[in-house]
């Protein structure tokens, strides 16, 4: 059983930065994609960024260009470098991976998640 823990979350001004963390359990093989997702209250849950195996990355339009995601696969770990943060980014930040084997199979975990609140 794969464990995500996110740190990093906050109150922060418009323009402000921060950098959310998530720690994984244990390294990962083969083929996966891990990514943030953000959920406001009553509102799907929905992607920011991915960072795949092979390095890929994908961000959602409305943070381009403010949000890098990476990995440190030293230490197990997926960030997302946030900067000039706006109000509308305010929402829960979750942690996800989803891990491929063979035969094909697919396995997903999720973070608890971390708040951010962009504020004045």
């Known amino acids: 059983q794969v464990q995500l823990v996110e740190s990093g979350g906050g109150l922060v001004q418009p323009g402000g930065s921060l950098t959310l963390s998530c720690a994984a359990s244990?390294?990962?093989?083969?083929?996966?994609?891990m990514a943030w997702f953000r959920q406001v209250a009553g509102e799907q849950r929905v992607p920011v960024a991915a960072?795949?195996?092979?390095?890929?990355?994908g961000y959602d339009d409305s943070v381009k260009g403010r949000f890098t995601i990476s990995m440190d696969n030293a230490v197990n770990t997926m960030y997302l470098e946030m900067s000039s943060l706006k109000f509308e980014d305010t929402a829960v930040y979750y942690c996800?991976?989803?891990?491929?084997?063979?035969?094909?199979?697919?396995?997903?975990?999720w973070g608890q998640g971390t708040q951010v609140t962009v504020s004045s």
């Open positions: 960072i795949s195996n092979n390095g890929s990355l």
């Open positions: 244990e390294r990962f093989g083969g083929r996966y994609v």
């Open positions: 996800n991976v989803k891990i491929f084997e063979t035969p094909p199979t697919m396995t997903e975990y």
